[in-house]
């Protein structure tokens, strides 16, 4: 979890147990916590962003708060029956729920936390930049249409000379959602993707020193993304590193001012050739494994 995150659940752990405390023994500080949580979430929302992992923690923030406004509003001086013991105990229980729920509540962040990727040991800085073309001699032949052609996506990581520009996230919204699509998942589920921060800067001019500098290409069979950390790391050290992406195989790829370009599922050619192959993938592995028996 992020550092707001984290004092903002022991803040509220903090005010849940407080309401255990009888209020005649109660200290007055206690009863400004959920003051206090509701500032925390609101500076985290402006300084960390929102994400829907701790909707459940903002529940329970506004809750706590509604919960002892009309305390606040009576002030320090207030004089009154001690509450019916019927009274106490459901306070009690409604406490001890809520407190179960502040666990409940806390396990989306640590399970999908907003990770950092690790920073890059080299001497240089790292920028990126995207690339797309188009191949116009060679057809594309997984769809219907003679005028597409083979289009190849490229990420490029190499040394910078950064002046101003500004550090791209690990993926955009429409590429954690373009992949949250592929997985069959609720779209906002890979939302926090997108505040996630790289070390890579956008179209950062190329370090001179040096210079010239070696060329890795990385062919992906999976995200473009996926070996960020390594290709930010080379590239701290001296390297160009070109990412390649393939059309009808990367859940999306990225087109030449980095929006996201989608994977088409519903592509009837491409969808046939895949049944041929993981047909002919099965055949094998039979194969395979009638070999390794008769072993």
Request: charged residues 15%; positive net charge.
């Amino acid at each position: 979890m992020r550092t707001l995150e984290i004092v903002t659940f022991g803040t509220l752990l903090l005010t849940f147990l407080g309401f255990f405390v009888p209020k005649r023994k109660r200290p007055r500080w206690l009863a400004f916590l959920p003051s206090l949580v509701l500032l925390l979430v609101l500076a985290h929302l402006v300084l960390e962003g929102y994400r829907w992992q701790m909707v459940p923690a903002y529940a329970l923030t506004a809750i706590a708060f509604l919960a002892t406004v009309p305390g606040l509003v009576a002030g320090a001086n207030r004089q009154g029956k001690p509450p019916a013991k019927r009274h106490r105990a459901l306070g009690m229980v409604g406490t001890a729920l809520g407190l179960l729920t502040l666990i409940v509540a806390a396990a989306p962040p640590i399970l999908l936390p907003v990770f950092r990727l690790p920073k890059p040991s080299g001497s240089f800085a790292v920028g990126t930049r995207y690339f797309y073309w188009v191949d116009q001699g060679r057809p594309d032949t997984y769809t219907t249409d003679p005028n597409d052609y083979r289009e190849v996506s490229i990420q490029a990581w190499y040394p910078a000379e950064v002046t101003g520009e500004k550090r791209i996230r690990y993926m955009s919204k429409g590429a954690s959602r373009a992949l949250a699509e592929t997985f069959d998942v609720p779209p906002f589920l890979l939302d926090h993707f997108a505040l996630v921060r790289t070390h890579a800067y956008l179209n950062a001019g190329v370090a001179s020193k040096d210079a010239p500098y070696p060329v890795i290409t990385y062919s992906t069979s999976g995200l473009m993304s996926s070996h960020m950390a390594l290709f930010e790391e080379l590239a701290s050290h001296g390297y160009v590193v070109l990412c390649i992406g393939h059309p009808y195989w990367n859940p999306f790829l990225y087109g030449a001012e980095g929006e996201v370009l989608p994977f088409d599922g519903q592509n009837e050619v491409y969808k046939a050739w895949w049944a041929e192959e993981n047909d002919a993938v099965r055949e094998v592995n039979a194969v395979a494994f009638w070999t390794w028996e008769k072993q």
